[in-house]
């Protein structure tokens, strides 16, 4: 490929005519039209971010008996999921309710929205996203929006010719005060009332000065200031241009200035237009006056000093700024700023701040609670293609992803439950013991769930540590990642509790048996894989199931005489799965209560319907050929070319059906190897 092949393609992506549409421009006359056929070009700023998160669809779901509205918006498509939001949809929902309660004009539009939360909870991120995505749905059609500038300005007022609002503002700014309920008259009539157009606002100082100057020069002709000196184009919302978007980080605090907010005055100007009051002389340049139409980030805004949140207080319920040495400048912007615990405490006991947090929407941004959720997030960052040179062991990440969650759960009061069992509850996984109402109960005791404990970023850092040194020779299980996780414990920034470096190591430790289980069961499926087998066991099984059940005999299908029903093979699968020899009848009329169901409904009984019983059944014919393949011989290092090729066949299983590599198929086969060699030895010691 050369230079002009790669020249025809971008000319064939049509980026003239998109160019074109980005950058119209028209007159005031234009864009009035525009506002009487589509209101929408005129909204606010909520209701832009509150149409844009709507854009891109929801879904809905029911968890613990409640209704859960999933925004597609979080996934963030814009980008292919690179700042997707896992795990926090009630929460996310609750702030894109004060975004709709916003946008329909019933009070949150004059509060500060504050995401609260510990560290790397996705703060940042979600603000990122709201930022990401109203500058891309500036581009849409559906989110187009306009502002004006002045032209021909030379002759009339002895200015520079051309000058562009410095604040974007909505042309409707240029209607003046007094005609504008008459002018909304006409614009809303005949119209639903929430597509009804609302004119918010003043023109900015600059603005002022030059319509003043103009109204003078015409005597009061406000269609000829339009016609001669006004020209409306679209405005595309821009971070890196700052257009519409702003983001406010705080500094050393000796060097905190307001301005940077509120704009400054330009020096050089005064000498040129003599006074340091005259618009011409400020530079209209602050966050404030740059994220008017959009939106504006406070990194870590409880941080700020004390005069910046004082510009806070107006910014949000007047929806004004002070810029000095001027009157009370409009804006229009969301202001969202985001902050830790502590912080957030610290304003709770300030006595001095009750203004701002009476004007504070506070929205809860938690740590993830729930392990599918978890997992996402580490899958994200590293899969297959990401890592492509290093094999990530299947249930690496979900060991990790189990250890950062059991961080964040507290200990459930009910003696009978752990908080392994309570991770697998929150999971999804319920039992006749916890149903949904139960989980419901352990999620409102347990007040601080999710805002203590490990972040995703510890986790995140560990997992790269160990891809790096690379231990597993092209592959990293999860003992290599548990251990990095463990010894970086010693050194943890945000670990200064020995106690709770205790509790933490000792997680770990619960998380490597839940793995030798998960292993263990794999492995003893990939032994007992073979499904005639299964299903041959589960005939036999239910043949003296039935025999049992109706009192009456087998025949043997050797002998062809009748026998009694075949307890010992009855209770040898029962007993797999812990079923007492006090519950065996109930077990067993279970069973074929439901092959009778199936029955009427002309259905046949499969053993993968049951999975306790598949389950049993696997453990059965598991224990049955165990010693044929001499597992155990895997120990020794002493394996015949016979018990290999049938160890082989199970490594190939594991790597076919559960996504294992040669390498921690080997690793695998071997763990289990030696927890059966230690089964074996404590028997004999017996």
């Known amino acids: 490929m050369n230079a002009q092949k790669i020249f025809e393609v971008v000319k064939k992506s049509d980026y003239s005519k998109r160019y074109k549409e980005l950058h119209w421009e028209g007159g005031f006359t234009e864009y009035l039209n525009m506002v009487i056929e589509n209101p929408l070009v005129a909204r606010t700023a909520f209701q832009r971010i509150y149409d844009m998160i709507s854009s891109y669809g929801n879904t809905t779901y029911v968890e613990y008996k409640k209704k859960i509205t999933h925004y597609k918006f979080f996934d963030d498509p814009i980008d292919h999921g690179k700042d997707a939001i896992f795990g926090l949809d009630v929460h996310l929902m609750k702030l894109v309710n004060v975004f709709k309660a916003a946008s329909l004009h019933y009070g949150p539009e004059k509060r500060v929205i504050l995401l609260h939360g510990p560290v790397g909870s996705a703060k940042s991120t979600i603000t990122r996203l709201f930022k990401k995505g109203i500058e891309s749905y500036s581009r849409t059609p559906e989110g187009a929006l306009y502002t004006y500038k002045w032209t021909n300005l030379a002759e009339v007022l002895k200015m520079e010719n051309h000058l562009a609002c410095p604040m974007h503002e909505d042309p409707l700014h240029l209607v003046p005060s007094e005609r504008r309920a008459a002018v909304l008259e006409v614009i809303n009539k005949n119209r639903d009332l929430d597509k009804t157009v609302r004119i918010q606002g003043e023109l900015c100082p600059p603005c002022r000065y030059i319509f003043n100057g103009l109204m003078e020069h015409y005597q009061g002709d406000w269609q000829l200031i339009i016609d001669n000196h006004v020209r409306v184009s679209r405005l595309i919302l821009s971070e890196q241009d700052r257009i519409g978007i702003g983001t406010f980080q705080p500094k050393d605090e000796k060097n905190q200035d307001s301005t940077e907010l509120t704009g400054d005055i330009n020096y050089r100007k005064i000498a040129e237009y003599g006074s340091d009051s005259d618009p011409r002389a400020f530079n209209f340049d602050g966050e404030f006056h740059v994220a008017n139409r959009g939106i ?59 203004a701002l947090r009476d004007r504070t929407v506070k929205i809860d941004i938690p740590y993830i609670t729930k392990l599918s959720e978890e997992i996402k997030i580490y899958e994200k960052d590293f899969n297959a293609k990401t890592v492509p040179h290093i094999h990530i062991a299947p249930h690496t990440l979900e060991m990790a992803g189990m250890w950062s969650v059991l961080t964040r759960l507290e200990e459930p009061k009910k003696a009978n439950l752990t908080l392994m069992q309570k991770l697998k509850l929150y999971n999804g996984k319920t039992t006749q013991q916890f149903t949904e109402d139960n989980i419901k109960e352990l999620r409102k005791e347990a007040n601080r769930e999710g805002l203590d404990g490990i972040s995703p970023r510890y986790v995140q850092d560990k997992i790269s540590n160990a891809l790096v040194i690379d231990k597993g020779n092209g592959c990293i299980n999860p003992f290599i990642v548990l251990n990095e996780l463990e010894t970086g414990l010693k050194g943890h920034s945000l670990l200064n509790d020995d106690e709770l470096r205790k509790h933490y190591k000792e997680l770990i430790a619960e998380v490597k048996k839940e793995f030798e289980n998960v292993v263990k069961t794999e492995v003893q499926r990939a032994i007992s894989a073979d499904e005639g087998a299964i299903e041959k066991l589960c005939g036999n099984y239910i043949d003296n199931l039935k025999a049992y059940i109706q009192k009456e005999k087998v025949k043997n299908a050797y002998t062809g005489i009748d026998e009694e029903p075949d307890e010992r093979l009855l209770r040898s699968i029962e007993e797999k799965i812990d079923i007492p020899e006090s519950r065996k009848d ?33 453990l059965k014919l598991f224990e049955d050929q165990k010693d044929t393949i001499k597992l155990t011989t895997l120990v020794s290092n002493v394996v015949d070319q016979e018990a290999q090729s049938k160890i082989d066949v199970v490594k190939n299983r594991l790597i076919k059906n559960y996504g294992y590599c040669e390498v921690c198929a080997t690793d695998a086969l071997g763990f289990v190897a030696s927890i059966f060699a230690r089964g074996d030895a404590l028997k004999r010691a017996n």
Do not use: C, W
């Not at 700020?304 to 804006?331: G, M, N, R, W």
């Not at 259905?603 to 993968?608: E, H, I, V, Y």
């Open 296 to 354: 504006i980030e406070f990194v870590e805004v409880l941080k700020l000093d004390v005069a910046f949140l004082y510009d806070l207080l107006t910014a949000s319920q007047e929806h004004k700024i002070k810029p000095k040495k001027f009157a009370q400048t409009d804006i229009d912007e969301v202001i969202i700023g985001h902050t830790n615990e502590p912080e957030f405490k610290k304003l709770q006991n300030n006595e001095f701040m009750e």
């Open 586 to 618: 109930d077990f067993r009329r279970e069973i074929m209560n439901y092959i009778g169901a199936l029955a009427i409904e002309g259905k046949t009984f499969d053993f993968r319907m049951n999975e306790r019983l598949h389950r049993a059944l696997e």
